[in-house]
């Protein structure tokens, strides 16, 4: 089976070969189809130019994913605690409302 690779194919591959994200062999690809396209070749690189005024590069420490991750785990944790808490506080509420009302009706005999 033949793949048909388009223009279109290898612009998407590019920022997968470009970040290091990509396999050797679509690195291959990708760099097989610019060599014989240098037109395309030419504007994926004015366009990555291009972002890079705009949208300056991030340099995260290494450590930088690991700490938003605990992050999210601790705002996880405080989340299922707000909602855990507010369930509780909700069923003692209603509990003290019903054992109220049943005072009522014994006291009052209703």
Known sequence: MRLN????VVSDLW???RAGDASADTRALVDAFLA??????????KEEETMSTIVPRVSLSPDAERRMLDDAARNARLKLLI???SVALGAALLFAAFAGALVLVFRHGW
Do not use: N, Q, Y
Request: glycine share 10%; proline share 5%.
């Open 36 to 45: 014989e396209d240098p037109e395309l070749a030419e504007s994926l690189k």
């Open 5 to 8: 690779v388009t223009r279109d």
């Open 83 to 85: 909602v855990g808490g």
């Open 15 to 17: 920022a997968l070969c």
